[in-house]
C-alpha cells in the first residue's frame, strides 16, 4: 500500500506576512501615518488653478493708425517672438495707438521661464533700427494670473444698522482678513465714497493777500505722517512716529494757512469745507435690500 504524501502549499507574501507579524504591523502603521499627513498637507480647491504659460506684450504708441500700428509695432515684434522655441499660438490684436500680442506656450513650458524668453525677445526687436524710437512707454510684458482675477468668496453685510456702520465694520473686517497670508486682496462694494469739498471764498482769500496755492500747500503740510528716528528705552530702540494727519473736518478748518502780526488765518475763516459724496461706482444688494460686499482674492499658489 502506497503512503500518501501531504503535499503542503505556500504563498510567499501570506506566509511571509504570518512569520513576521510585528513587521507587517510597523510597516502598516508607517503607511497609514504617510497617507495622513499626505491628505492633510495636499493642495486642496474648490476650483484648482490652472497654470497656463500665457504672456501678454501691450505697446502704447499714440496717433497711430491700426494699420501703422500692425507694420511698425505687432510685426516686429511678433517676427522676433516666433522664433522661440515652445510657443503653441500667438494672436495679436492692432488698434488705433494700441498693440496687444498673446503668446501661449506648450504645458512644459514654465511660466517665469516664458516670461523671461519673451522679455528677452521684445528686447531684441526694440533694438532693431526699424522699431520706432518715439514710443512714450517700453512694451509691458506681462503674465495674466487667473487665479486672482476672481474671488473665491463673497461675504454681504447686512441688517439693522446705516450703511455707515456697516461701512465702518466691512473696512474693519477688510484689513482682518487681508492680514491671513493665504489672501491676496480684499474689495469692499455697495458703499458711498465720500469726498471733502473745499467751498473757498476767492475776496475773502484776495483781501488777505491769499492764494489758492497758499491753502493748498497748508492742507499738504498738515495732513503727512514723518517719521521722528528713534528712542532708546530700557536697552530697546522704538522708531517714532509723528502723525499729522487730518481725521475730520473741524481739524480741517483749523489749519493754518497764515500767520502774521499775532494774527492766525485758519481755513475755515476764508472758506466752507463739507463732505460730499462722490458718484457710486459700485452696488452690492441682497434679496433687494442695499449689503455692504467684501469681495474676496486668494493669493496664487495657496489653498481655497
Same mark, same amino acid.
Given at each position: 500500500?502506497?503512503?500518501?504524501?501531504?503535499?503542503?502549499?505556500?504563498?510567499?507574501?501570506?506566509?511571509?506576512?504570518?512569520?513576521? $507579524?510585528?513587521?507587517?504591523?510597523?510597516?502598516?502603521?508607517?503607511?497609514?501615518?504617510?497617507?495622513?499627513?499626505?491628505?492633510?498637507?495636499?493642495? %486642496?480647491?474648490?476650483?484648482?488653478?490652472?497654470?497656463?504659460?500665457?504672456?501678454?506684450?501691450?505697446?502704447?504708441?499714440?496717433?497711430?493708425?491700426?494699420?501703422?500700428?500692425?507694420?511698425?509695432? $505687432?510685426?516686429? &515684434?511678433? @517676427?522676433?517672438?516666433?522664433? +522661440? %522655441? !515652445?510657443?503653441? @499660438?500667438?494672436?495679436? $490684436?492692432?488698434?488705433?495707438?494700441?498693440?496687444?500680442?498673446?503668446?501661449?506656450?506648450?504645458?512644459?513650458?514654465?511660466?517665469?521661464?516664458?516670461?523671461?524668453?519673451? /522679455?528677452?525677445?521684445? *528686447?531684441?526687436?526694440?533694438?532693431?533700427?526699424?522699431?520706432?524710437? *518715439?514710443?512714450?512707454?517700453?512694451?509691458?510684458?506681462?503674465?495674466?494670473?487667473? %487665479?486672482?482675477?476672481?474671488?473665491?468668496?463673497?461675504?454681504?453685510?447686512?441688517?439693522?444698522?446705516?450703511?455707515?456702520? &456697516?461701512?465702518?465694520?466691512?473696512?474693519?473686517?477688510?484689513? =482682518?482678513?487681508? #492680514?491671513?497670508?493665504?489672501?491676496?486682496?480684499?474689495? +469692499? =462694494? !455697495?458703499? #458711498?465714497?465720500?469726498?471733502?469739498?473745499? &467751498?473757498?471764498? %476767492? @475776496?475773502? &482769500?484776495?483781501?488777505?493777500?491769499?492764494?489758492?496755492? #497758499?491753502?493748498?500747500?497748508?492742507?499738504?503740510?498738515?495732513?503727512? $505722517?514723518?517719521?521722528?528716528?528713534?528712542?532708546?528705552?530700557? !536697552?530697546? =530702540?522704538?522708531?517714532?512716529?509723528?502723525?499729522?494727519?487730518?481725521? #475730520?473736518? *473741524?481739524?480741517?478748518?483749523?489749519?493754518?494757512? /497764515?500767520?502774521?502780526?499775532?494774527?492766525?488765518?485758519?481755513?475755515?475763516?476764508?472758506?466752507?469745507?463739507?463732505?460730499?459724496?462722490?458718484?457710486?461706482?459700485?452696488?452690492?444688494?441682497?434679496?433687494?435690500?442695499?449689503?455692504?460686499?467684501? *469681495?474676496?482674492? @486668494?493669493?496664487?499658489?495657496?489653498?481655497?
Amino acid at each position: 500500500m502506497e503512503e500518501k504524501k501531504s503535499l503542503i502549499k505556500q504563498f510567499g507574501p501570506s506566509t511571509f506576512s504570518v512569520k513576521n $507579524t510585528m513587521t507587517v504591523y510597523v510597516l502598516t502603521a508607517i503607511i497609514f501615518i504617510a497617507g495622513i499627513k499626505s491628505y492633510t498637507s495636499m493642495p %486642496s480647491e474648490a476650483f484648482p488653478e490652472i497654470v497656463t504659460p500665457e504672456i501678454y506684450v501691450g505697446t502704447p504708441y499714440p496717433g497711430n493708425s491700426p494699420l501703422d500700428i500692425e507694420k511698425l509695432i $505687432t510685426r516686429p &515684434l511678433e @517676427k522676433e517672438i516666433n522664433g +522661440i %522655441s !515652445g510657443v503653441d @499660438k500667438i494672436n495679436s $490684436t492692432s488698434v488705433e495707438g494700441y498693440s496687444t500680442i498673446q503668446v501661449k506656450f506648450n504645458f512644459d513650458v514654465t511660466p517665469d521661464e516664458a516670461l523671461r524668453k519673451v /522679455k528677452d525677445k521684445v *528686447d531684441a526687436a526694440m533694438g532693431q533700427p526699424d522699431f520706432p524710437t *518715439d514710443l512714450p512707454a517700453d512694451p509691458n510684458v506681462f503674465e495674466l494670473n487667473f %487665479s486672482e482675477l476672481m474671488p473665491i468668496m463673497n461675504i454681504n453685510m447686512s441688517g439693522e444698522f446705516s450703511l455707515d456702520q &456697516l461701512k465702518d465694520y466691512g473696512e474693519y473686517l477688510e484689513e =482682518r482678513i487681508e #492680514d491671513l497670508t493665504e489672501i491676496s486682496k480684499v474689495d +469692499i =462694494r !455697495g458703499i #458711498d465714497a465720500k469726498e471733502v469739498r473745499i &467751498l473757498v471764498d %476767492s @475776496k475773502k &482769500l484776495e483781501s488777505m493777500q491769499l492764494g489758492f496755492r #497758499d491753502i493748498a500747500g497748508a492742507i499738504q503740510n498738515e495732513n503727512m $505722517t514723518i517719521s521722528g528716528g528713534n528712542l532708546l528705552v530700557d !536697552g530697546y =530702540r522704538r522708531n517714532v512716529r509723528v502723525v499729522g494727519e487730518i481725521r #475730520d473736518l *473741524d481739524e480741517l478748518r483749523n489749519v493754518i494757512i /497764515k500767520s502774521e502780526k499775532m494774527q492766525l488765518v485758519r481755513l475755515g475763516d476764508v472758506a466752507e469745507i463739507e463732505f460730499d459724496e462722490v458718484e457710486r461706482q459700485s452696488y452690492a444688494r441682497q434679496y433687494g435690500a442695499s449689503v455692504v460686499m467684501l *469681495d474676496v482674492f @486668494k493669493r496664487s499658489g495657496e489653498n481655497q
